[in-house]
T-cell receptor, first 109, second 118 residues
């Protein structure tokens, strides 16, 4: 089946710093989503981005489908950005969505 | 829009009992719903995919007789953990894909249900 790899697994930032999270996937996909899981477990949808670039405030994402990777950029990080960031891809045909292992982010004040 | 709810949000039960978790799409119809399980500090693992009116498709290694899934309507799917044991303790998350997604495969996730089996 399709493989999803995220890097780095853990990241510690000082408040105000920028960061880039990466998601590599092993096969063609119909969809790619980035999520932030808050401390209570709720998955917050950040981007639906099967290709191209999107921006939402301090966050932006780029997916290069032909090269099978996506990047999530966090600028001017805040302590509330802490949590786990997941990349999830939907295989061709749309039958299942597979999650990467996540990047655990901690932003220090 | 695109809200998915789960009930209960947390449950504690004794070993050997059965627990039912409900997943509802509140403001859209979902032809397909998904059930995931997440152990502490791990990722979400897909358990099964359910389509309204048909049998669920289980992932390899997931016992279909233990995790009963019913997708009776376009807005409701249930997961029943039968004869629960402590190793079934986990965070269970459902998601739903809108019926009219216009070619999009976006999924919307519920808030999760934390199950603790004593």
């Amino acid at each position: 089946g399709i493989q999803v790899e995220q890097s780095p697994p853990d990241l510690i930032l000082q408040e105000g710093a920028n960061s880039t999270l990466r998601c590599n996937f092993s096969d063609s996909v119909n969809n790619l989503q980035w999520f932030h899981q808050n401390p209570w477990g709720q998955l917050i949808n950040l981007f639906y981005i099967p290709s191209g670039t999107k921006q939402n405030g301090r966050l932006s994402a780029t997916t290069v489908a032909t090269e099978r990777y996506s990047l999530l950029y966090i600028s001017s990080s805040q302590t509330t950005d802490s949590g786990v960031y997941f990349c999830a891809v939907t295989n061709t045909g749309g039958f299942k969505t597979i999650f990467g292992a996540g990047t655990r982010l901690f932003v220090k004040a | 829009g695109a809200v998915v709810s789960q009930h209960p949000s947390w449950v504690i039960c004794k070993s050997g009992t059965s627990v039912k978790i409900e997943c509802r799409s509140l403001d859209f119809q979902a032809t397909t719903m998904f059930w995931y399980r997440q152990f502490p500090k791990q990722s979400l693992m897909l358990m099964a995919t359910s389509n309204e009116g048909s049998k669920a498709t289980y992932e390899q290694g997931v016992e279909k007789d233990k995790f009963l899934i019913n997708h009776a309507s376009l807005t409701l799917s249930t997961l029943t953990v039968t004869s629960a044991h402590p190793e079934d303790s986990s965070f269970y998350i459902c998601s739903a894909r809108p019926q009219t997604s216009g070619g999009s495969y976006t999924q919307y996730f519920g808030p999760g249900t934390r199950l603790t089996v004593l």
